[in-house]
Nanobody, 126 residues
Framework: QVQLVESGGGLVQAGDSLRLSCAAS????????MGWFRQAPGKEREFVAA???????????YYADSVKGRFTLSRDNAKNTMYLQMNSLKPEDTAVYYC????????????????WGQGNQVTVSS
């Protein structure tokens, strides 16, 4: 029902910035939340950031402690595209980043999401 296509990954140096994009298509009108997760080599996929939509049309963003103050999630509703602006990147940010969409209230739980992007490699060198 929903397809997510990611772009914007790459190789950068520590302290640099990068912006990831996630374009959604299909039936997205009922999507309750969208989020970003990442998976480093040998580790489990972890929560990075999410945006939850209220019935009134407003939204709330959430961030993992490890990225607060450095990453910013935004969304262009007209284009059905979500962005993750990543500033002051660190080597520990190196991972495959996935965007996701779901309908449940547990925005930080990857099991709550029904649709996933293909993954986007982000590598930060030091």
């Amino acid at each position: 029902q929903v397809q997510l296509v990611e772009s914007g990954g790459g190789l950068v140096q520590a302290g640099d910035s990068l912006r990831l994009s996630c374009a959604a298509s299909g039936r997205t009108f009922s999507t309750y939340a969208m989020g970003w997760f990442r998976q480093a080599p040998g580790k489990e996929r972890e929560f990075v950031a999410a945006i939850r939509f209220s019935l009134s049309g407003s939204s709330i963003t959430y961030y993992a402690d490890s990225v607060k103050g450095r990453f910013t999630l935004s969304r262009d509703n007209a284009k059905n595209t979500m962005y993750l602006q990543m500033n002051s990147l660190k080597p520990e940010d190196t991972a495959v980043y996935y965007c996701a969409a779901g309908y449940g209230p547990r925005y930080s739980d990857l099991k709550e999401y029904d649709y996933w992007g293909q993954g986007n490699q982000v590598t930060v060198s030091s």
